[in-house]
């Protein structure tokens, strides 16, 4: 048994990352059984999930949609936020009914969650019936621990690591469109309120002639678009080469001639006038940056740990707006962290005045275990926090409107990624800049980039119709 260590998770000692090949385990002995996964949280979550899907398939297991029909339960977990843990152990609610009527049954969980030393004593001490716990930094071995499981036994293997890196790791991946590629694992950032570099480890980027050649194969088995992946994608390479910076990867993933390149997450404190320029200067960067701001409140930015002031975040944001045609900048808010008054809350709405972005994901402070803000002074009541949240999303959604009004009448160039959840003889796709439209148009055209000229604007999608090209003659 491997349990997490807080304290080891913390440790950055070595600025060695291996860079191993990751052998798959190929069986038989779960032919024609089958598997349910649910996966939460964030892109590098998601993409985790990719994996997870690669190693059950190689053990001979098809997908099911009906957790009651699974022989293998995965629950791929996030530890960001309390509520991300509520609907985990929400879950298990279930699968210990489930496992009373079908002890066979094998439960794994992975993810961040079981990244937490809490978490893995709660599941040894509460759910005996979960068989099988593994964490992010050994999702390889959920294979090996599969074929060892037995029904009435549990294994925890979770791994606090600092300096890994896995190449050759197969995916089975959700669309065959747009693919997500890992750039650099980990984070060193240590935001007060973040569990991240805790679940996730140190950061260690990978070999950047690794991700051209994945980029490389993408495109050739025909995908459009990539996102390149990281918690903090500019700190990408500092640990390979100090002469090599985030702006260098991405000229190269330009370069593979790939139709589409995206990046999450950006930093504000680090994001170079080089990288600015690389993003302007090719045509297949997409204009969209996802920029954290967090708070508008200088005091606060700094209990957070987040190492810059809101001047600097608004002058980053207005030379990226100056420098990049049409770019479109979204952000992260958290509201009432310990000790944000109502005069650092005013302040924060301040700066999304200025900045007007075009979207947001908004947070109610949720303190994690083991993190320095979990143990600072919290006097503001939930309510209060709640206010703030509501008023904060309303100037949030007026302003996302405001941003997707200015397409009206426009023709941009939207990647059709398949049929309209609302309304099935419409395909969805984003334009460059990320904002999703649903476009009266025939299937044939999923996976083609298409001029569509925009007829509708509302606060979180647009309305477009396809532009048909004119016959000549
Ligand atoms: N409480 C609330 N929000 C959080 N985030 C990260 N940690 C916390 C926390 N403890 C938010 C940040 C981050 C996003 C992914 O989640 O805004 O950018
Ligand atoms: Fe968390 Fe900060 Fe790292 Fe983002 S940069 S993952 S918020 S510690």
């Known amino acids: 048994m491997n349990l997490p260590d807080l304290k080891k998770a913390k440790e950055r000692t070595?600025?060695?990352?291996?860079y191993k090949d990751l052998k798959i385990t190929e069986s038989k002995d779960f032919l024609g059984k089958k598997y349910f996964l649910r996966t939460y949280g964030c892109q590098m979550n998601e993409h985790d999930g990719e994996e997870i899907e690669a190693i059950l398939t190689y053990l001979g297991m098809t997908p099911c949609?009906?957790?009651?029909?699974?022989?293998?339960?995965?629950l791929n977990t996030c530890a960001i936020r309390e509520n991300a843990h509520d609907k985990v152990f929400g879950y298990l609610g279930r699968i210990k009914h489930l496992k009373k009527e079908r002890p066979d049954v094998i439960v794994c969980i992975g993810g961040c969650m079981s990244q937490e030393s809490s978490v893995t004593t709660e599941l040894k001490e509460r759910h005996p019936y979960v068989n099988i716990v593994f964490g992010t930094h050994n999702i390889h071995e959920l294979g090996p621990m599969l074929l060892d499981a037995r029904k009435d036994h549990q294994e925890i293997k979770v791994y606090s690591k600092e300096g890994e890196v896995y190449e050759h790791v197969p995916y089975e991946r959700a669309s065959k469109i747009t693919a997500w590629v890992n750039i650099i694992y980990g984070c060193d950032k240590f935001c007060t309120y973040c569990i991240v570099p805790y679940t996730r480890g140190k950061e260690r980027s990978r070999k950047l002639e690794d991700v051209?050649?994945?980029v490389l194969s993408l495109k050739e088995q025909g995908y459009q678009e990539v996102t390149l992946l990281g918690q903090n994608v500019n700190a990408y390479g500092h640990d390979l080469d100090e002469s090599l910076e985030f702006s260098d990867l991405l000229e190269a993933v330009a370069k593979t001639g790939i139709a589409r390149i995206r990046f999450v997450t950006s930093h504000p404190w680090?994001?170079?006038?080089k990288m600015i320029?690389?993003?302007a200067n090719y045509k297949n960067i997409m204009p969209y940056i996802h920029l954290p701001l967090q708070?508008?409140?200088n005091r606060i930015l700094k209990l957070m740990g987040r190492k810059y002031t809101k001047e600097e975040y608004v002058?980053?944001?207005k030379k990226m707006k100056e420098r990049i045609p049409n770019v479109a900048i979204t952000t992260d808010i958290i509201v009432g962290f310990p000790g944000e008054t109502n005069e650092d809350f005013l302040e924060t709405l301040d700066v999304v005045d200025a900045c007007q972005f075009d979207g947001a994901y908004t947070f109610i402070f949720s303190p994690r275990e083991g993190t320095p803000a979990a143990k600072m002074k919290d006097e503001t009541p939930l309510k209060e926090k709640e206010e703030r949240l509501y008023t904060l999303n309303q100037k949030i959604n007026e302003y996302s409107k405001k941003a997707n009004e200015r397409y009206l009448g426009k023709i941009t160039p939207v990647l059709l990624l398949g049929v309209s959840e609302k309304d099935k003889t419409k395909l969805y796709g984003y334009t460059d800049t990320m904002k999703l439209v649903n476009v009266a148009t025939g299937?044939?055209?999923i996976g083609k980039i298409l001029d569509v000229k925009i007829t509708d604007a509302k606060s979180f999608s647009l309305d477009g119709e396809e532009m048909k090209k004119e016959s000549v003659g």
């Open 277 to 279: 320029d690389v993003i």
């Open 443 to 445: 299937k044939e055209n």
């Open 65 to 74: 949609e009906e957790l009651e029909m699974a022989d293998v339960i995965v």
């Open 270 to 273: 680090n994001f170079t006038d």
């Open 295 to 297: 708070s508008g409140s």
């Open 315 to 317: 002058t980053l944001f």
């Open 14 to 18: 070595t600025n060695k990352v291996e």
């Open 212 to 214: 051209v050649k994945e």
